[in-house]
Nanobody, 114 residues
């Protein structure tokens, strides 16, 4: 199993970023996928799940601002992040399965700052 995240960076408050996670080594189309994040000095926080049927779930802290999606033809899961806040600053990880607890990638840094 390999997961490679990309798309992080520095963005001003209120801005947007789109994270991507390219997956390989397992049957992506039938797997639930998730995003989680870890802010400096804090534990891993679940962000969002997407299931094989496309159903989506979000943490209250990002609901209405973030959108998870998947492209099974490209074995890729995305996280569109809008209206970013300084408290969204973290390393973002995609993971197999639910709740960010499966195999994770190396992460991509998102910094929200003016």
């Amino acid at each position: 199993v390999q997961l490679v995240e990309s798309g992080g960076g520095l963005v001003q408050p209120g801005g947007s970023l789109r994270l991507s996670c390219a997956a390989s080594g397992f049957t992506f189309s039938t797997s639930a996928m998730s995003w989680a994040r870890q802010a400096p000095g804090k534990g891993l926080e679940w962000v969002s799940n997407i299931y094989r049927d496309g159903s989506e779930y979000y943490a209250d802290s990002v609901k209405g601002r973030f959108t998870i999606s998947r492209d099974n033809a490209k074995n890729t899961v995305y996280l569109q992040m809008n209206s970013l806040k300084p408290e969204d600053t973290a390393v973002y990880y995609c993971a197999t399965g639910n709740w960010g607890t499966g195999v994770r990638g190396q992460g991509t840094q998102v910094t929200v700052s003016s």
